[in-house]
């Protein structure tokens, strides 16, 4: 189980935060069809990561979607 309140998530949710602004400023960028899938399934994971605590609170596992 992570440890939420812990220093080194703290580290990690702002390093998820900052590549997640990048992704975004990205996706506004035009790119091809399959570019802009690819930049969506990585804001879709890292907002996911940026989720696990919520998720950890509402009882609800982490297992990947199918």
Same mark, same amino acid.
């Given at each position: 189980?992570?440890?939420?309140?812990?220093?080194?998530?703290?580290?990690? *949710?702002?390093? %998820?935060?900052?590549?997640?602004?990048?992704?975004? =400023?990205? +996706?506004? #960028?035009?790119?091809?069809?399959?570019?802009?899938?690819?930049? *969506?399934?990585? %804001?879709?994971?890292?907002?996911?990561?940026?989720? =696990?605590? +919520?998720? #950890?609170?509402?009882?609800?596992?982490?297992?990947?979607?199918?």
């Amino acid at each position: 189980m992570l440890d939420f309140s812990s220093p080194s998530w703290h580290q990690i *949710r702002k390093w %998820i935060q900052d590549e997640l602004e990048k992704a975004r =400023l990205r +996706n506004d #960028a035009v790119l091809d069809q399959i570019q802009t899938a690819a930049l *969506r399934g990585e %804001i879709k994971v890292l907002k996911r990561i940026l989720d =696990l605590p +919520n998720q #950890a609170t509402r009882g609800v596992a982490a297992e990947p979607e199918d």
